[in-house]
């Protein structure tokens, strides 16, 4: 009878901190981010841009990012169209403070800063940000829990992220689905005050090298009605790489 | 089949890119020295590159011009140095081996090497000599260098030796952007392009504030000319030049600040004493770019030079801006001028572009300049233009 108790408690006390951990939004989005980390990762990205008439334009770039997410830095390398071919973004994450990110531009052969004021600027015509192309660190924001919700047929929970006082940021507030059954993040909704921004919808997710992963991510911009999808392929993780291919030389290279 | 098989492998290791660029340029105005009206321009860029290994590249361009007006010279040959008054018809844009270790990266053989931070004059960018031939529309020349780079953290030492000189192409005689001094009599340019290597090294820091201190010895590469009283011949030398100089980038909460100051000094007292400096604001706001500045100039001592040529310096005492709007993903505007301090020069420019599919992109656009004839800017008041350019990237 003693061990039938002793095992109720122990069952009690572990679905009751279970439950405690999923209701935590704050560990719920670290979970997220922790069951997709990786120590590198590649993949090459077709973007088809939509404007409001429906007009499509198509990029391309190749993407490239070492260490963990909030402390990593990444290079993204545009190989289409054809004159843009060659432009490079530099983007170093930083745990405690906004991303540093410099652009270079082979024509003019100088690469430039993005200053944070100008972090909310459609990236190359595209409708991501330069901020959007940031990783988001846990300590840089507050989470709320709002609810738990279905989005597209799955149980999800939807919490809102508020940038913490000293993060730079063009959103007020954020509001984040996360799947429960794997704490996959399926759809961000930005917003300035009670206007929404961007809304970013992550599709077709699989398992790649033990991560579920996005494989379609379409940025709707609200203002401007467009929409960009990015289409992600040859994804792979954990690759070899070196921490002196991410540098502002290293962008300078070409191709 | 070992044929096939190394060309899949140079295939896997090789990426090119290029553009083939025409363009028509209407002059509604004569010219005292050049009465055509309408030229017309094309050019065919490739670029390569070969990456044999993850340490090692190699980079090839080469350019093939003509033009209607006789800006480039009409003999098909491939000229390694670009050093000619009119633009060749073949040319060897870039040839370089580059090789990175760590934060160590040497580059060795003709290349672009582009120094400072400002955007519309840049008085620490000495190994960059301009095609100067339409002087308000100049492109970068490449020149053959060996470049030393080295990044710690968030500092990089830069070094560049090259060589010997490449000088600014600067507007021909007979041809509309060179303006004739009043009353002279006719004379011919000899030229005199010096023998001796340049060198310099600069040194950069990224941080919430960007900073670079840098300096240089060599020649100028825009020329100052000699008279001989009586004689029809002016001397065009290119004289020395040391070079101390900075530039910063602060962003703040509303705008980002740059600023590029050098002092320019002499060894040979040919040419001026000066310090150059340029500040400038910069905001993105929407769709919208602006960058707004003052160019400024201090003689601090005269040189025994009659004249020269010097659009850098031309763009001094100056109030500079320029603006784009993002009209979509294939559309833009943009505007740019140049008001001189006193009101006796302006240049105003804007242009029209829109990109077509994949490859094509149209541009067009109208430059005004007005002035008076004693203004650098001012003296080209019959040289307002209207382009058109079409242009394949491949």
């Known amino acids: 009878m003693n061990r039938i108790r002793t095992l109720c408690g122990i069952v009690t006390f572990v679905t009751l901190c279970a439950t405690a951990l999923a209701q935590d939004p704050r560990a719920i989005i670290k979970e997220a981010q922790d069951r997709a980390n990786s120590t590198s990762q590649r993949y090459e990205g077709t973007l088809k841009v939509i404007d409001g008439t429906n007009k499509v334009t198509e990029k391309r770039w190749n993407f490239e990012r070492i260490g963990s997410h909030g402390n990593s830095k990444s290079i993204l390398r545009f190989s289409a169209p054809a004159e843009v071919k060659g432009v490079a973004l530099l983007v170093v994450n930083h745990p405690d403070r906004s991303s540093d990110q410099w652009m270079w531009t082979p024509a003019i052969g100088r690469e430039r800063r993005i200053a944070l004021q100008d972090r909310s600027q459609r990236f190359f015509g595209t409708d991501f940000s330069f901020e959007d192309l940031e990783e988001r660190d846990t300590d840089q924001f507050d989470f709320r829990l709002l609810a738990e919700e279905p989005l597209e047929g799955e149980v999800c929970w939807k919490i809102e992220s508020k940038p913490r006082q000293g993060k730079v940021s063009q959103y007020t507030h954020s509001h984040v689905w996360v799947r429960k059954d794997n704490y996959v993040v399926v759809q961000i909704e930005n917003f300035k005050k009670d206007e929404l921004i961007r809304r970013a919808k992550y599709t077709n997710i699989q398992r790649v090298q033990n991560i579920w992963t996005a494989q379609n991510i379409e940025m709707f911009d609200s203002g401007r009605k467009s929409r960009t999808i990015l289409t992600i392929d040859k994804l792979q993780y954990n690759l070899p790489m070196k921490d002196e291919n991410f540098t502002i030389q290293a962008m300078r290279r070409e191709p | 089949m070992p044929i096939l098989v190394l060309l899949v492998l140079l295939a896997q290791n090789f990426t090119q890119r290029g553009f083939v660029e025409t363009q028509g340029i209407a002059y509604p105005q004569e010219a005292i020295n050049d009465d055509t009206h ?357």
């Open chain 2, 38 to 394: 309408v030229i017309g321009e094309v050019r065919i860029r490739y670029e390569g590159f070969y990456k044999p290994s993850g340490r090692f590249q190699i980079a090839g361009a080469l350019d093939l011009r003509g033009d209607t007006h006789e800006q480039t010279e009409r003999v098909l040959r491939l000229d390694w140095d670009d050093r000619g008054r009119q633009r060749p018809m073949l040319s060897l844009q870039r040839l370089s081996a580059q090789y990175y270790r760590g934060g160590l990266a040497v580059e060795a053989g003709k290349q672009l090497v582009r120094w400072g931070r400002t955007d519309i004059v840049n008085p620490t960018d000495r190994f960059a000599p301009q095609d100067s031939l339409t002087v308000v529309d100049n492109d970068f020349l490449a020149i053959y260098a060996v470049r030393a780079t080295y990044e710690r953290g968030s500092d990089t030492i830069d070094v560049v030796w090259s060589p010997r000189l490449t000088p600014s192409r600067i507007p021909l005689l007979y041809q509309r952007w060179f303006i004739p001094p009043e009353g002279a009599p006719s004379f011919a340019l000899e030229r005199d392009i010096p023998d001796g290597s340049q060198s310099g090294i600069r040194w950069s820091h990224v941080g919430s504030v960007e900073f670079a201190a840098a300096f240089y010895s060599g020649f100028n590469n825009l020329p100052s000319f000699q008279i001989t009283p009586g004689s029809p011949v002016v001397r065009e030398t290119y004289p020395e030049l040391r070079m101390f100089g900075g530039d910063i980038g602060v962003p703040l909460r509303l705008v980002s600040i740059k600023g590029e100051a050098a002092y320019f000094d002499s060894p040979d007292h040919t040419s001026d004493n000066y310090v150059l400096y340029v500040i400038q604001l910069e905001r993105q706001a929407g769709e919208w770019f602006f960058v707004g500045g003052y160019g400024g100039e201090a003689i601090t001592e005269r040189g025994t030079q009659a004249a020269d040529f010097n659009p850098v310096r031309g763009l001094t005492r100056t109030i500079l801006a320029r603006a784009g709007y993002t009209i979509d993903t294939n559309r833009s505007v943009a505007f740019e001028t140049a008001v001189r301090e006193n009101f006796d020069g302006l240049w105003a420019k804007a242009e029209y572009s829109q990109a077509f599919g994949q490859h094509w992109r149209l541009t067009t656009g109208f430059t005004l300049i007005r002035g008076k004839a004693t203004d650098f800017l001012g003296q080209y008041n019959r040289n307002s233009h209207a382009v058109l350019a079409v242009k394949y990237s491949f």
